[in-house]
């Protein structure tokens, strides 16, 4: 099958032949429909991510058909259209029986992990508790931009920040996460401000709901400027893109007892943000990671997509084919994409 490979990081991607993958007893085989193209691919190729052994192939965010069934898999069917989260739980450990199968202790990550879906057909494990049925209306497309930027949003500002309606959101990085963050929380109620060094990315945020934009390459002192726009600070702020000075002000922006909600990856040099502890202890301010999202917490988010409350169809910039994706993924570290990118041409 054909599959976009890499065996040394920040070396050559390629397109290549590689062998078909093999089905386990607890796990099917996936005809992949579409994939998205993520920052959090770009990292695994850098070398950031030490559960990728090489050679590898890439992608996490996936739609497809199941072409396979393993012999102890009782819930899908050949021919089922389905999606998935990019972490997926073992199903065992403490973390899963209790629900929490994001933070497994044993987890499986199609694409850092495993050998992922920027190919024809990839193998998922623990299939009856991962895999996710689309409802025939939800395009493989749509489904393949959740499968880690939205879901890890809607869990963020759905569960981790519980966010309610005429509370106020602070969003630091208009990239696919971002820009997910930005939609649910205008869809909850929330007044929303959106944080970016791109015009094009912040004029993007307006269309899906911002409220407020404020470029970050312009504005000197953005806390400052967050806390004057929402009266004293937000209740919820969302580092969507991982640096130590967007974590920093996400933290600094925040009223008294707010949360702020680490999404987007902070590796590298990056790894090791200063965080004013002073302000977290005097305003009881809340640090919460946020990990991607169970699938058995999808269908809240199906229902509201279903219904037109939420529109990640809109996120999609273009959509590539297989043949296109290694140069696109080299040049993920531009910053130059607006939206989500989707492989659907195999």
């Given at each position: 099958m054909k599959a976009?490979?890499?065996?040394?990081?920040?070396?050559?991607?390629?397109?290549?032949?590689?062998?078909?993958?093999?089905?386990?007893?607890?796990?099917?085989?996936?005809?992949?429909?579409?994939?998205?193209?993520?920052?959090?691919?770009w990292h695994g190729w850098m070398g950031h991510d030490p559960d990728i052994?090489?050679?590898h192939v890439p992608g996490h965010e996936l739609a497809g058909i199941v072409k396979a069934i393993g012999s102890n898999v009782k819930t899908f069917k050949k021919g089922d259209r389905v999606t998935l989260p990019f972490v997926c739980g073992c199903g065992n450990c403490r973390e899963c029986q209790s629900g929490n199968q994001q933070v497994c202790d044993h987890q499986f990550q199609?694409?850092?992990?495993?050998?992922?879906?920027?190919?024809?057909?990839?193998?998922?494990?623990?299939?009856?508790?991962?895999?996710?049925?689309?409802?025939?209306?939800?395009?493989?497309?749509?489904?393949?931009?959740?499968?880690?930027?939205?879901i890890t949003s809607f869990r963020a500002i759905v569960n981790q920040g519980q966010v309610t309606g005429g509370q106020w959101?602070?969003?630091?990085?208009?990239?696919?996460?971002?820009?997910?963050?930005?939609?649910?929380s205008k869809a909850l109620g929330a007044k929303v401000i959106g944080i970016d060094i791109s015009d094009d990315k912040l004029n993007l945020a307006k269309n899906i709901g911002a409220d407020f934009t404020?470029?970050?390459?312009?504005?000197?002192?953005?806390?400052?400027?967050?806390?004057?726009?929402?009266?004293?600070g937000v209740h919820v702020s969302i580092d969507a893109l991982g640096s130590k000075i967007t974590c920093q002000n996400s933290v600094l922006n925040l009223r008294k007892r707010g949360k702020h909600i680490q999404i987007g990856l902070l590796a590298g040099n990056q790894a090791n943000p200063k965080i004013p502890m002073d302000k977290v202890i005097a305003?009881?301010?809340?640090?919460?990671?946020?990990?991607?999202?169970?699938?058995?917490?999808?269908p809240q988010m199906l229902q509201m997509i279903e219904s037109g409350k939420l529109h990640p169809q809109k996120l999609i910039q273009k959509t590539i084919s297989l043949n296109e994706t290694p140069a696109e993924l080299m040049a993920m570290n531009d910053f130059q994409s607006l939206g989500i990118t989707v492989i659907n041409q195999f």
């Open positions: 976009v490979y890499y065996d040394s990081f920040k070396g050559p991607i390629l397109l290549k032949s590689v062998p078909y993958p093999q089905l386990n007893n607890d796990g099917v085989i996936l005809k992949v429909m579409a994939s998205g193209l993520c920052r959090s691919d052994t090489l050679p199609p694409g850092f992990t495993h050998w992922g879906a920027f190919a024809e057909f990839v193998a998922i494990d623990y299939a009856d508790i991962n895999l996710v049925k689309l409802p025939e209306n939800i395009e493989f497309e749509t489904a393949a931009s959740l499968g880690c930027r939205f959101v602070a969003v630091h990085g208009c990239g696919g996460v971002g820009l997910s963050a930005i939609m649910i404020l470029n970050a390459s312009v504005v000197k002192d953005i806390p400052k400027s967050v806390m004057a726009f929402s009266d004293g305003n009881e301010l809340e640090i919460i990671g946020s990990h991607g999202m169970q699938a058995h917490a999808y």
